[in-house]
């Protein structure tokens, strides 16, 4: 056993006397003297312990002493643990990418099935056209269990498609598809839907890749509008409705240049307590609505079971309407570059009730019954109770109507008591508000007095309104002109609205019961036409050749220049004719800003074909050349060059056709301040 080693802390005291008594008598060591034994005592221990540690360091596995001179090196078995594991953890992240990119790594991505649908963007109702679906593989894998169902747009009308459908007509198991893989689907049909309507074809791929259970699927979409039937369709109504009398509607077909839709149906949505038709015995024109009586209506309404309504235009050509039972009618006979077609309508409500809406619908009835609207107008009047009936016409006509700047406006306001009472003592007043009505042009045959926008008419000037008697009707023509329209009038209201209303015995009647139906006529837009047949341009500069006045068997050419202006509504369908006379030639030198502008050979006309005028252009030019070389036939005449051109075109905003004509231009060239100085236009 080691010796223990001395410290300075801890010491013994030889002791002369042993045994008990020396062991009694022996003082007991103190606290302090304990601690510093204690710790001698640790001390001693610890270095004990890290002596047998360094000996075990330095001998072998015999226990035999180490010479450290001479000891051999030996690797490490932590280092070589840790490199196996190292390169285990390396392979096992290899074959994870590996499969990763595999699985889902560029061409090998599951989902990256790629569906299209191709739709055209727009398309009229009714047209055929086709859906075209397309699907490509671009993954390594093969598809199988290839499934398509289309979810079509409401109004869609399937015909057929390139392979045959296995569930209705709009679900196709489709064959199976190779890496790299393409498929093509075609579906044939028409849509059938209100202008403009947004119609949204969606499809869904479902497919099954090799070497896996999972389904998958891909999701595509397309939308095309339908820009409308091909031919515009309004509907003139009146804001006031009288109960228990035929009210009158007109249903108008016009710039029809295309109709995909064949024969089509008329029908009606009504309230309770009504009913409605159309006018058979009314005949329209492609120029302006034709009176319609309520008398007629009612009687017309008696006629249409089993008979058919024809509705006429200025070319002959001819629509024909057929009673098809119910409040439905068949439309038949409607062809491209027909004029304007009119269907004169009515209805009666005969009680008010909480909705007094009437729809007016087109729809094409499908073989298999099914319905599709392609044109829908509501109308919600306001209903008007009374005894004095007093009804407005415009044109002979209650509804809207669409006017020029500068034309007069033509009025008939009717009474008629309908009741049981004398009415005595009844002014009528006819109330006109608008910016452009000409107060002085105010004209009337019964003595009419203007006051406050208003036209008033009492027995002074009408003696039958002294006592109107049960079953007594009249009338009161009164007409009034729209001023011209002037650079400043910018911003002023385009509408003119007309009213009637009665009093008895110098009293008002409540409410609205003794007012006529309202009429609001829109003026169009301020199109103009301006011609000019020149020798020499406003520069002075000749652009005319030949004697002036011209001369006998010599050839004397004019530069003709016309200007279109037009700023307050955007216009369609604009054209420009002149018909020259037989003796005036056209030299083929034309220019046109926009449009196309040409020569008829067979009618002998100019036309200049602009189309669509925008708001952004206000202005437009054109001009070309004319010739004429007289005769002796002619000698000592003013010959008539152009007996004025005719623009014409369609306001977009009233639905109107505005039409100018402008005036005569002759030999003396009026326009040529110029050549008027020498120029008397008389032939020589």
Do not use: C
Not at 245 to 270: A, E, K, V
Not at 275 to 300: D, H, I, L, M, R
Not at 476 to 494: E, H
Not at 657 to 672: P, R, V
């Amino acid at each position: 056993m080691p010796k223990l080693k001395k410290s300075s802390d801890f010491s013994v005291e030889r002791q002369d006397q042993s045994g008990l008594s020396s062991f009694v008598e022996r003082p007991m060591p103190t606290d302090r003297e304990v601690n510093s034994f204690e710790k001698a005592i640790k001390k001693e221990v610890r270095h004990r312990e890290m002596d047998d540690n360094l000996s075990e360091i330095y001998r072998d596995r015999r226990g035999d002493m180490v010479n450290v001179k001479k000891m051999t090196q030996k690797k490490s078995r932590f280092w070589r643990r840790l490199f196996g594991r190292l390169i285990i953890l390396v392979i096992i992240a290899a074959l994870g990418y590996a499969g990763y990119n595999y699985l889902f790594g560029g061409n090998g991505d599951i989902s990256a099935l790629v569906l299209n649908i191709d739709a055209p963007d727009k398309i009229l109702a009714g047209q055929a056209f086709s859906y075209t679906i397309s699907y490509h593989n671009p993954t390594k894998f093969a598809l199988r269990s290839v499934h398509l169902e289309l979810q079509y747009p409401a109004g869609f009308v399937f015909s057929g498609a390139s392979t045959a459908p296995v569930v209705g007509n709009y679900g196709w198991d489709l064959p199976g598809l190779d890496p790299g893989g393409n498929g093509i689907l075609t579906v044939n049909g028409q849509l059938i839907s209100p202008p403009d309507s947004v119609n949204v074809i969606s499809g869904r791929m479902s497919y099954v890749p090799d070497a896996l259970s999972s389904q998958y699927t891909k999701d595509a979409s397309a939308s095309s509008i339908v820009s409308g039937p091909g031919f515009t369709i309004d509907l003139e109504s009146n804001d006031t409705a009288f109960l228990n009398q035929p009210n009158d509607l007109n249903l108008i077909f016009s710039d029809i240049q295309n109709n995909n839709l064949g024969d089509f149906y008329l029908s009606f949505g009504l309230p309770a307590e009504a009913n409605a038709g159309v006018a058979t015995s009314s005949v329209s024109t492609s120029t302006a609505p034709v009176a319609k009586s309520a008398a007629k209506a009612t009687t017309s309404a008696a006629t249409t079971t089993g008979a058919s309504a024809t509705s006429s235009s200025l070319s002959g050509q001819k629509i024909t309407i057929t009673k098809a039972g119910g409040q439905s009618w068949l439309v038949s006979g409607l062809v491209p570059n027909m004029d304007r077609q009119e269907i004169p309508l009515y209805y009666i409500i005969k009680q008010k009730s909480a909705s007094s809406t009437i729809t007016v619908r087109l729809e094409k009835k499908m073989p298999d019954g099914e319905s599709h609207t392609f044109w829908q107008k509501d109308i919600t009047p306001t209903v008007v109770t009374s005894d004095l009936n007093l009804t407005l016409l415009l044109n002979g006509s209650q509804n809207q109507a669409a006017a020029n700047f500068g034309d007069t406006l033509n009025y008939t306001l009717t009474y008629n008591n309908q009741g049981n009472n004398v009415f005595k003592d009844v002014v009528i007043m006819a109330s006109l508000n608008g910016d452009f009505i000409d107060w002085n042009s105010v004209r009337s045959d019964n003595g009419g007095l203007s006051s406050h926008n208003a036209i008033i008419w009492t027995e002074q000037g009408l003696p039958a309104l002294k006592e109107v008697d049960p079953g007594q009707s009249g009338q009161i023509n009164f007409s009034v002109s729209l001023k011209n329209y002037q650079p400043s009038d910018l911003g002023k209201s385009l509408l003119a609205v007309a009213y009637g209303q009665y009093s008895v015995n110098n009293k008002s009647v409540a409410g609205d019961s003794n007012k006529s139906n309202t009429i609001t006529a829109t003026i169009n837009s301020d199109l103009s036409l301006n011609e000019q047949l020149l020798y020499f341009n406003s520069d002075n500069i000749p652009v005319g050749s030949g004697p002036l006045p011209p001369k006998i068997g010599q050839t004397t050419s004019v530069r003709v220049y016309w200007t279109v202006k037009n700023s307050l509504h955007e216009l369609s369908d604009t054209r420009v004719v002149l018909t020259l006379p037989a003796y005036v030639d056209w030299n083929n030198s034309a220019v046109a800003g926009t449009g196309n502008l040409y020569f008829d050979v067979a009618s002998h006309q100019v036309i200049w074909e602009i189309g669509r005028l925008p708001l952004s252009v206000t202005r437009a030019t054109a001009d070309f050349s004319i010739s004429l070389t007289p005769t002796a036939f002619d000698q000592g005449k003013i010959l008539v060059l152009s007996p004025g051109a005719t623009i014409s075109a369609m306001d977009t905003e009233t639905k109107a056709t505005i039409t100018y004509k402008t005036g005569a231009k002759t030999t003396k060239l009026e326009d040529d301040d110029i050549a008027g100085l020498n120029n008397s236009g008389v032939v020589q």
